[in-house]
């Protein structure tokens, strides 16, 4: 047991490591898109070197949590669009209110 803890610490410390290397390189790079790119193609086959150990009873779990980020990005971009539009008919309710108290007062 005390041998997989030491593993699974080699691993965290490796990537964690890794993944510092990749990001000052990618930040110090001339070309940053290239550099993004490169590290993107890296992660990947890093993720996939391990998922093909993953047995295909897990598989499914596997799919939710790489999916997790993309339907964050797409609830939240919808959110945004749900309060921008309920901003929009709160403005155009106010203005239209102020109009219709701020009419021209008539001389007697």
Do not use: C, Y
């Amino acid at each position: 047991m005390q041998e997989l803890l030491n593993s699974m610490i080699r691993l965290s410390a490796a990537m964690t490591v890794f993944g510092m290397q990749q990001l000052q390189n990618t930040v110090g790079s001339v070309d940053t898109k290239d550099s993004v790119d490169k590290l993107r193609e890296v992660i990947d086959a890093m993720a996939d070197a391990l998922s093909a150990k993953i047995d295909k009873s897990r598989r499914p779990t596997l799919e939710r949590l790489s999916n997790l980020p993309q339907d964050i990005v797409k609830r939240s971009v919808d959110s945004t669009r749900e309060v921008v539009k309920d901003t929009s008919e709160i403005v155009k309710s106010t203005s239209d209110w102020i109009a219709g108290t701020a009419k021209p007062a008539t001389a007697h």
